[in-house]
């Protein structure tokens, strides 16, 4: 069997010494320092690398498509060399059935069946054609040049070229859906809303969190500078920020509430806003602020626009009711969230892709921070909406984020009335196994351990030890129950419309 192996089964054999007898016939001429040259190109990829590197220099498909055909390259050679050349040894054509200066010199030692240049030269351009058919066709003559070459300077029968071609295809056609092309965001919608005109900042009163990260000494001036009729305030320095800002937002004269600060202070803000009627204007500040970006107040130009014109717009809001403590004598607590909530391995994983963004850029970042993440966490077991479940994140957002994956990024409707919940489980077998190859393959939004689902209210109980719950990147420990629902179009912000 292995001798039969080795010599090629008898109609291929056949087949193979012909056709190898007809190259050998052929004129010699540039062509085979042509041939030579493109072949030796290929060794170890090296060719296909380089294309990869020119498309990755050019942002959108070219980009993809490079990242899909150097995935498939790598699958395609891996499954050559590893396993086909080890089940189906077969020797190499032999220098007498080439010219002496055609025949290339030394001969890989590795089974000849099948062709390992061939598979990563079909896998690479088919798998750039499938993100982006253009690249792929022009592609294709330079892939079946570096084939032909493997039978023109003798490296292989051409049956090896031909089984070679298919596993490179096969591999870019199996990995089509690994790192797919996200589909484009929805347009940016807004429901307009009136609310007082105040140029200058006259009637607006702003409440600046000192504890906030990028709070400076000239946060101050620069405010006062653009709002020049406004009463600004600095709040955080007696510790209740809650009432520092009601207290600035119930002043005589006071039409709208303005707010510097992260995420929780201007959640903070919304809900005094909400009980004393006021529209809210989010200015940019504080470590993270999620809201101003979405609500199109990301600059201090933008929030002078809107003040000014008096360009506003509704959000929903959503409610949070936790219990923490005891479980017989439970504290009750209510919060407004704005943005997200998270229970689990979430609050670690964006830790860690904000430390690595710096040196890996984004995307890698992203990647590097879920693989230490899920590697090294462990599973929390809870009943939501009365299921139990096993779960690595729980994400709870208010309003419908994008994309419809594990990290989400935009919100562009701030009033849909809806909770985005999303959840990676570890109720099913394998699971780290499963979680860490749908990271690699950057195929955890299809995988089944990712549930996604959109809701107006979600109940969430412990089971056992009680949870670690952040709102809108503030923490609360030791809960035990949580409630969210939606207040719909409960908070007027002002928003410039967007065009």
């Known amino acids: 069997m292995r001798r039969m192996l080795r010599r090629g089964p008898g109609l291929v054999a056949g087949l193979d010494r012909m056709l190898l007898k007809a190259v050998s016939g052929l004129p010699g001429g540039n062509h085979d320092v042509l041939f030579r040259r493109l072949s030796a190109s290929a060794n170890h990829g090296k060719l296909w690398f380089a294309v990869a590197g020119g498309l990755a220099l050019i942002p959108g498909k070219p980009r993809r498509a490079a990242l899909h055909g150097v995935i498939a390259q790598g699958v395609a050679s891996a499954v050559t060399n590893v396993v086909f050349k080890t089940l189906l040894p077969r020797t190499r054509p032999l220098p007498e059935h080439l010219p002496v200066f055609r025949f290339v010199n030394p001969q890989p030692t590795s089974s000849s069946m099948p062709s390992g240049h061939s598979a990563s030269a079909a896998a690479f351009a088919v798998g750039v054609g499938l993100v982006q058919p253009a690249i792929g066709a022009a592609l294709a003559p330079l892939a079946a040049g570096v084939a032909y070459s493997r ?42 809303e009136q609310a007082p005109k105040l140029p200058g900042g006259e009637g607006l009163s702003i409440a600046v969190n000192t504890l906030g990260g990028s709070y400076a000494p000239e946060t101050m001036m620069a405010l006062q500078d653009v709002f020049p009729l406004a009463h600004i305030y600095e709040v955080g320095n007696d510790g209740n920020i809650a009432a520092e800002i009601e207290a600035a937002a119930a002043q005589p004269g006071v039409s709208a509430l303005g707010v510097w600060g992260g995420d929780g202070t201007v959640g903070t803000a919304a809900a005094v806003a909400v009980e004393l009627s006021l529209p809210l204007l989010v200015l940019p500040g504080g470590t993270l602020n999620h809201f101003a970006r979405d609500a199109g107040t990301s600059s201090l130009e933008e929030a002078v626009q809107a003040v000014s014109s008096g360009a506003a717009a509704r959000a929903d809001l959503g409610h949070v009711r936790l219990e923490r403590g005891l479980a017989g004598s439970p504290e009750k607590l209510e919060r407004i969230m704005l943005n997200t909530a998270s229970i689990g391995l979430y609050p670690d994983l964006v830790r860690r892709r904000q430390q690595l963004q710096p040196a890996l850029g984004k995307p890698l970042a992203g990647v590097a921070a879920m693989f230490r993440t899920f590697a090294a966490g462990t599973p929390t077991t809870m ?99 949580v409630e969210f629902s939606v207040l719909p179009g409960a908070l007027t912000y002002y928003s410039p419309q967007p065009e």
């Open 151 to 192: 039978v023109h300077t003798g490296a292989h029968w051409p049956s090896d070229v031909l089984f070679g071609s298919a596993i490179g295809a096969g591999a870019a056609m199996i990995t089509r859906k690994w790192w797919p092309v996200r589909p484009p965001f929805p347009e940016t919608s807004r429901t307009g």
């Open 383 to 481: 009943m939501v909406n009365g299921v139990r479940h096993k779960l690595w994140i729980l994400y709870v957002g208010r309003g419908r984020y994008y994309p419809r994956d594990h990290a989400p990024l935009i919100r562009p409707v701030m009033d849909d009335g809806v909770l985005d919940l999303r959840m990676i489980t570890a109720d099913e077998s394998f699971a780290r196994l499963r979680l860490l190859w749908s990271v690699l393959t950057g195929t955890v939004a299809t995988s089944r351990i990712t549930h996604l689902s959109e809701s107006t209210s979600v109940t969430v109980e412990a089971v056992g030890a009680p949870m670690a719950l952040a709102v809108d990147g503030e923490a609360v420990s030791g809960v035990r129950r």
